[in-house]
Each structure stands twice: as structure tokens, then as C-alpha cells.
T-cell receptor, first 115, second 110 residues
Framework: GENVEQHPSTLSVQEGDSAVIKCTYSDSASNYFPWYKQELGKRPQLIIDIRSNVGEKKDQRIAVTLNKTAKHFSLHITETQPEDSAVYFCAASSKSGNYGQNFVFGPGTRLSVLP | NAGVTQTPKFRILKIGQSMTLQCAQD?????MYWYRQDPGMGLKLIYY???????DKGEVPNGYNVSRSTTEDFPLRLELAAPSQTSVYFC?????????FGQGTRLTVV
């Protein structure tokens, strides 16, 4: 089955700096890669996603890149702000996966943006 | 639309007790999922359903059961609660790609 690894587990940046979180996946059939943000005590919420037929996607200060050959994808946050502080989860999904198009989540990255 | 609604938000159970965590969605989504999130950890899939009347096990199903009699509802049943089931439980639903999560149920087994 699919296995998703995520690094780093914690990340501290100064406000205004960029943050990069990297994930790798194992199943070459995975074709959809979302990123979820979970603020303390809240539910995970989708912030950006990318399909396997696209190499990069941007939405204001956040972007995701995908390298299908290397089976890795990354989240990039520019001009970080204190409200970006949260836990970020990457995930991979495949229609041929074991669990009904379920997402396999990475273990998460705790991002702290220091003022 | 209310989205995905979970009840209760908090619950304390004694070892050996049973309870049902409720999950309802009003988006007519076929796919529904139950996850558990242990402190500082990611989301582990307990059970999932691809439509009414169809359920199947995820990664960590032991100690749990589910049913899906309607498209809207996907309750999770804990039988004989154990301390290892202390966790935050999230229900989620989706139609195609984006998964929508409920607000979570924080369960403590003492």
C-alpha cells in the first residue's frame, strides 16, 4: 500500500521568511496530492492540492510542486505570517488504492512563525 | 449546508463502556471516513464507506465498528472501551477530491 513520509516534523521560521515542507510517496498509482492545515484544536482544512498531470500550482502565498519521477511533492509558503502557524499534513490518494480513494496522510509538520 | 457534523465534541468513558460517535453530512457525499488522531501524530484511518450499505476496514479497525444505512450518516461504535482508544476522532466525507472534516470528538478512556 501507499506510504507517505513528511519532513521536517517541526519547522520554525521568522515572520516574512519562506517555509518548505517536503513529502515522498511510494505508490506510483497515486494521482492526487492535497495539503491540509490544522490549527490547534481545529479540524484539518484543505489549503491546496495538485493532480499528477500538473507540475506546479500556486494560490497567493502558497504553492505546491510535484515530481512524479522522484515521487515527491512539496509545499512552499512565502512571506510567512503568524497565522500560518499550524500543523500541515500532506496526503496521497489513488483510485486504485486500498481504501476507497482514501488519503494516506503524512505524519505532519508543525510550523511555527516567529514574530 | 452544515457540512460534516460530529457529536459529541467531548466524552469521558470508563474502561469497558461502549459508545457511539455520530457523524452526519448534508453534502450528499458518497465517501465517508473515520480517522483517529493521537497527540502529535497524523491521521490514521479506522473505517471507511464508499456508499450507503458498504463499509470496510481501514488501517486500525480493531475495537471499532461502523454502519452506513443512509448516505448522510456514518456512526462509529466503540465496544469495550480501552485506554488505547483515547484519541481525537475525525469523521470526513468527500465526493471526488476534497475531503471535508468534522470538528472532531475528543475521547478519553479512564
Amino acid at each position: 500500500g501507499e506510504n507517505v513520509e513528511q519532513h521536517p516534523s517541526t519547522l520554525s521560521v521568522q515572520e516574512g521568511d519562506s517555509a518548505v515542507i517536503k513529502c515522498t510517496y511510494s505508490d506510483s498509482a497515486s494521482n492526487y496530492f492535497p495539503w491540509y492545515k490544522q490549527e490547534l484544536g481545529k479540524r484539518p482544512q484543505l489549503i491546496i492540492d495538485i493532480r499528477s498531470n500538473v507540475g506546479e500550482k500556486k494560490d497567493q502565498r502558497i504553492a505546491v510542486t510535484l515530481n512524479k519521477t522522484a515521487k515527491h511533492f512539496s509545499l512552499h509558503i512565502t512571506e510567512t505570517q503568524p497565522e500560518d502557524s499550524a500543523v500541515y499534513f500532506c496526503a496521497a490518494s489513488s483510485k486504485s488504492g486500498n481504501y476507497g480513494q482514501n488519503f494516506v496522510f503524512g505524519p505532519g509538520t508543525r510550523l511555527s512563525v516567529l514574530p | 449546508n452544515a457540512g460534516v457534523t460530529q457529536t459529541p465534541k467531548f466524552r469521558i468513558l470508563k474502561i469497558g463502556q461502549s459508545m457511539t460517535l455520530q457523524c452526519a453530512q448534508d453534502m450528499n457525499h458518497n465517501y465517508m471516513y473515520w480517522y483517529r488522531q493521537d497527540p502529535g501524530m497524523g491521521l490514521k484511518l479506522i473505517y471507511y464507506s464508499v456508499g450507503a450499505g458498504i463499509t470496510d476496514k481501514g488501517e486500525v479497525p480493531n475495537g471499532y465498528n461502523v454502519s452506513r444505512s443512509t448516505t448522510e450518516d456514518f456512526p462509529l461504535r466503540l465496544e469495550l472501551a480501552a485506554p488505547s482508544q483515547t484519541s481525537v476522532y475525525f469523521c470526513a466525507s468527500k465526493f471526488d477530491t476534497e475531503a471535508f472534516f468534522g470538528q472532531g470528538t475528543r475521547l478519553t478512556v479512564v
